[in-house]
């Protein structure tokens, strides 16, 4: 019995430290966030929270994940389709650079497809097949 409560208090020691270092390197690594904006504060943040919040929503911003090339692809349909303005070389890059550092591509975002036995029935589809 009393090799019991030690071993208890022994782990729940253990376990508290664990919990505490998990929780250190979860807040030391977490970014700071913009109040205002909801922008990840990073080298480039206030490019894209001047350019980008001009037109719109910073939570559009936000809200995407994208790899560089495809961030560089929604500028272009925006300066050609939206009326936004050309930058400069060094603007545009800053404002790449932070986008495709803070929201990359997230894996794995969408959720599976539901399993055809959990789907309601379709009588009209399912006449139709032969």
Not at 20 to 45: H, K, M, N, Q, Y
Not at 75 to 84: D, E, F, K, P, Y
Not at 105 to 129: G, H, Q, V, Y
Request: proline share 8%; charged share 20%.
């Amino acid at each position: 019995m009393m090799l019991c409560r030690q071993l208890r208090r022994a782990l729940g020691r253990r376990m508290m430290i664990v919990a505490v270092s998990l929780c250190a390197a979860v807040t030391s690594t977490a970014a700071e966030v913009d109040d205002a904006t909801g922008l990840t504060i990073a080298p480039g943040w206030e490019l894209v929270r001047i350019h980008c919040g001009g037109c719109h929503s910073h939570k559009l911003v936000t809200g995407q994940r994208a790899d560089r090339q495809t961030w560089l692809d929604m500028i272009r349909w925006m300066q050609a389709t939206q009326n936004l303005w050309q930058f400069d070389p060094q603007t545009e890059a800053g404002i790449l650079d932070y986008l495709a550092a803070n929201y990359p591509p997230a894996p794995n975002r969408r959720r599976a497809p539901i399993p055809t036995s959990l789907m309601p029935p379709r009588p009209a589809a399912d006449a139709e097949s032969p």
